[in-house]
């Protein structure tokens, strides 16, 4: 796979424990498809790994520049194949890689993302990919984290919604202040029920850790989708 060694824009903190590091591509085109990934490291050392891109192509070409959440380390940093990443400094990026995202085609009249956590990253790129396209589909998200302060995107993601483009239902799993009005625990039956309107019409791609995932397909079949339309990405913790 192709490496091309690119200098970091911004890395900006979107939420408590992930930052939105966003590269300069510099005037490079870069080809991917919503939902792949690539391989990063600081420029000239062996390790590297792999973050889902957080940009669908369309506003990668746009903007000329790529973007990638990731999750903080324990010590605040972005974790030792980045260094000390701030903006200037040199990564070198190699990919696009991964099979994750949507079909060639697309027949169901509904498409549901399913996001744990940082998870919602590659759904984005997805979702802002779909919102370009003229096919008329429904579109809805079931956005799971840990507290409400942990929803990476969600201004953006509420607009959506707010213009009657997005079902967006959002869900926290362990305590939180009395603020969050919302719904509260693991995401169960009840949950995907409020959003999964017609199961048997409709493309479910989950991504999340391993336990959420796994939890959410059963869930998901128990309900009435296919086995085949639903796609899946995870991690192990």
Known sequence: MPVVTIPIASVDAITPRSRLVTFDLQGRTLHFEPGQAVMAGAHGQDERRPYSIACSPERAAETGRLELLIAVEPDGALGANL???????????EGPMGSFGLPPAIGAAWVLFVAGGTGIAPLRSMLDHLLRAPAARRLALLYSARRSDEFAFIEELRAHAGAGRLDLHQT??????????????????????????????????????????????????????????IRTESWGK
Do not use: Y
Not at 83 to 93: E, F, K, N, Q
């Open 83 to 93: 260094g000390p990443a701030s903006p200037g400094t040199r990564v070198d990026l």
């Open 172 to 229: 926290v799993t362990r305590n939180d202040s009395a603020i969050w009005t919302g719904r509260r625990g693991r995401i169960g039956l009840d949950q995907f029920d409020a959003v999964l309107h017609e199961p048997a019409a409709t493309l479910c791609v989950v991504c999340g850790p391993e336990a959420f995932v796994n939890e959410s397909v059963a869930t998901l079949k128990e309900l009435g989708v296919p086995e085949t339309q």
